[in-house]
């Protein structure tokens, strides 16, 4: 669907990224279009599943959630059922926000966060060492985030 968007498609994708509960009314005049239209472009744009959902963006660090670590994760085993038993398993830590398979010296980097060193260092051992097929670790702390990107910036 990426090449189908245009330049008004792309315009309600940028404003909803940053303001999710805008009113259509708002919406529409901010990109330029009237109402029934710029409904249509939106409705459109989430049956298409390029809209995935509305969310509340929480600030983690507020939370006391401060604590991000980086886990490169090596299995002991990559054939399609050991990687889909991982990732089975893996969805239901919460405190792991991101996991993405990668091609390279390892299988999997995750984005883990905790309120520290102690909590992630307890996680490490009970609940990540223990998923299945799980080789080896290795830890990256992050000290502070300099830039996360949102998906209204390659838009």
Same mark, same amino acid.
């Given at each position: 669907?990426?090449?189908?968007?245009?330049?008004?498609?792309?315009?309600?994708?940028?404003?909803?990224?940053?303001?999710?509960?805008?009113?259509?009314?708002?919406?529409?005049?901010?990109?330029?279009?009237?109402?029934?239209?710029?409904? !249509?472009?939106?409705?459109?744009?989430?049956?298409?599943?390029?809209?995935?959902?509305?969310? !509340?963006?929480?600030?983690?660090?507020?939370?006391?959630?401060?604590?991000?670590?980086?886990?490169?994760?090596?299995?002991?085993?990559?054939?399609?059922? !050991?990687?889909?038993?991982?990732?089975?398993?893996?969805?239901?830590?919460?405190?792991?926000?991101?996991?993405?398979?990668? !091609?390279?010296?390892?299988?999997?980097?995750?984005?883990?966060?905790?309120?520290?060193?102690?909590?992630?260092?307890?996680?490490?051992?009970?609940?990540?060492?223990?998923?299945?097929?799980?080789?080896?670790?290795?830890?990256?702390?992050?000290?502070?985030?300099?830039?996360?990107?949102?998906?209204?910036?390659?838009?």
């Amino acid at each position: 669907m990426q090449s189908e968007l245009d330049k008004f498609d792309k315009a309600i994708l940028r404003v909803l990224a940053t303001d999710g509960r805008i009113s259509i009314t708002d919406l529409a005049q901010r990109i330029g279009l009237s109402k029934s239209p710029t409904q !249509a472009r939106l409705r459109r744009l989430e049956t298409a599943g390029v809209i995935s959902g509305y969310r !509340a963006m929480i600030d983690p660090i507020r939370l006391g959630l401060d604590h991000v670590s980086f886990v490169e994760v090596r299995l002991t085993d990559t054939r399609e059922a !050991a990687l889909a038993a991982f990732n089975e398993a893996v969805r239901k830590i919460p405190e792991i926000e991101q996991v993405h398979l990668i !091609a390279g010296n390892f299988d999997y980097l995750m984005k883990v966060r905790t309120r520290s060193m102690n909590d992630y260092r307890q996680m490490l051992a009970d609940r990540i060492s223990t998923l299945p097929h799980v080789a080896g670790t290795s830890t990256y702390v992050a000290m502070q985030a300099v830039k996360e990107n949102a998906p209204e910036d390659v838009l």
